[in-house]
Nanobody, 128 residues
C-alpha cells in the first residue's frame, strides 16, 4: 500500500523560505512521477510542479517558476519542495501526489486525475 506523508509546512513572512518534504512508503519514489499541488481557501486545487521518474525532468507552473525547486532523494524515498521568495498568494494547503504515468506529455501531469496517490496535505501560510 502506497502512502505519502507531507511535512515542513508552517507560517513564514513574505520573502522567506520553506522546504516541504514528502515521504513515500510502500513503493520506491523513483517508480512514480511526483507532483506537488496546492489549494487555497475557496479555490480549486492547482498544479505546482512535477518531477518525472527518470533523471531530473521537471515541469513548473508559471506562478512558481524561478522561486520553487523540486528534488528527489531516492535513497530516502522522499521528494522535496524548496520554496523561496514566498508571497502571500502562495498561502495554501500543499499536497504531494504520485502518478504511475511515465509518458512524455507533461500536460497530463498537471491534471489531478492522472495521480494515483495523494498525501494528506500540509499548510503553508505566508504573512505579508
Amino acid at each position: 500500500q502506497v502512502q505519502l506523508v507531507e511535512s515542513g509546512g508552517g507560517l513564514v513572512q513574505a520573502g522567506g523560505s520553506l522546504r516541504l518534504s514528502c515521504a513515500l512508503s510502500g513503493r520506491t519514489v523513483s517508480s512514480y512521477a511526483m507532483g506537488w499541488f496546492r489549494q487555497a481557501p475557496g479555490k480549486e486545487r492547482e498544479f505546482v510542479v512535477v518531477i518525472k521518474q527518470s533523471g531530473d525532468n521537471t515541469y513548473y507552473a508559471d506562478s512558481v517558476k524561478g522561486r520553487f525547486t523540486i528534488s528527489r532523494d531516492n535513497a530516502k524515498n522522499t521528494v522535496y519542495l524548496q520554496m523561496t521568495s514566498l508571497k502571500s498568494e502562495d498561502t495554501a494547503v500543499y499536497y504531494c501526489a504520485a502518478a504511475r504515468y511515465s509518458g512524455p506529455n507533461y500536460d497530463y501531469l498537471t491534471r489531478r486525475a492522472f495521480y494515483n496517490y495523494w498525501g494528506q496535505g500540509t499548510q503553508v501560510t505566508v504573512s505579508s
